[in-house]
Nanobody, 119 residues
Framework: QVQLVESGGGLVQAGGSLRLSCAAS????????IGWYRQAPGKQRELVAQ???????TYADSVKGRFTISRDTAKNIVYLQMNSLKPEDTAVYYC?????????????WGQGTQVTVSS
């Protein structure tokens, strides 16, 4: 089992910045991919940014150049630095960790943190 706890959400004006943190505990050595998803009201949950196999990163097109994902392996914390925020970035942001076990994927989620960007 992996436990994930997010922090750092809040209210910010358009153009501002926020940094989200996700503290992982439990079987952190089994994590193959870790990152952030978001879900806006009435929309499906979408991938924002992810670190795969410890080094490779991927971003949603809508956040490229504005958001940066990073990981402090020693502390088991994943960060999402969000700059130049837009109202359309408003959503609940969820930390996610995937454990690959053969043909199965075990997926873990945090409780979510609200990010609201005002225009």
């Amino acid at each position: 089992q992996v436990q994930l706890v997010e922090s750092g959400g809040g209210l910010v004006q358009a153009g501002g910045s926020l940094r989200l943190s996700c503290a992982a505990s439990g079987r952190t050595g089994s994590i193959n991919a870790i990152g952030w998803y978001r879900q806006a009201p009435g929309k499906q949950r979408e991938l924002v940014a992810q670190i795969i196999s410890g080094s490779s990163t991927t971003y949603a097109d809508s956040v490229k150049g504005r958001f940066t994902i990073s990981r402090d392996t020693a502390k088991n914390i994943v960060y999402l630095q969000m700059n130049s925020l837009k109202p359309e970035d408003t959503a609940v942001y969820y930390c996610n960790a995937d454990e690959w076990a053969g043909t199965r994927i075990f997926r873990y989620w945090g409780q979510g943190t609200q990010v609201t960007v005002s225009s």
